[in-house]
């Protein structure tokens, strides 16, 4: 079982910036690559974005051009580097990870609190 903690989180005034990070207790990004989700009050958990074990990275339409995934080179800490950030991005942020099975990676982690308010 892989172990995955999100840090990162925090109250953010609009416009301003936030990178999220997950720690993985195994190297598993480089070769599952990875996702992340949110979860606003009162909403559904949606997918943001993903990084393939190649690299690439796509992003759901709202969140292109501010999101940002890497993942470092041991594979075991992705980020997500959020930039100009809006009202609609107050959510826990969850970060999931392992061998891609349909759409469905095993692994969760507790999620981070991001608060975007003036």
């Known amino acids: 079982q892989v172990q995955l903690v999100e840090s990162g989180g925090g109250l953010v005034q609009p416009g301003g910036s936030l990178r999220l990070s997950c720690a993985a207790s195994?190297?598993?990004?480089?070769?599952?690559?990875m996702a992340w989700y949110r979860q606003a009050p009162g909403q559904s958990r949606e997918w943001v974005g993903s990084i393939t074990s190649g690299g690439v990275t796509n992003y759901k339409d709202p969140v292109q051009g501010r999101f940002d995934i890497s993942i470092n080179n041991a594979g075991n800490t992705a980020y997500l580097q959020i930039h100009n950030l809006e009202l609609a991005d107050t959510a826990v942020y969850y970060c999931n990870g392992g061998k891609l099975s349909g759409n469905y990676r095993p692994y969760w982690g507790q999620g981070t609190q991001v608060t975007v308010s003036s």
């Open positions: 195994a190297s598993i990004f480089r070769g599952y690559g």
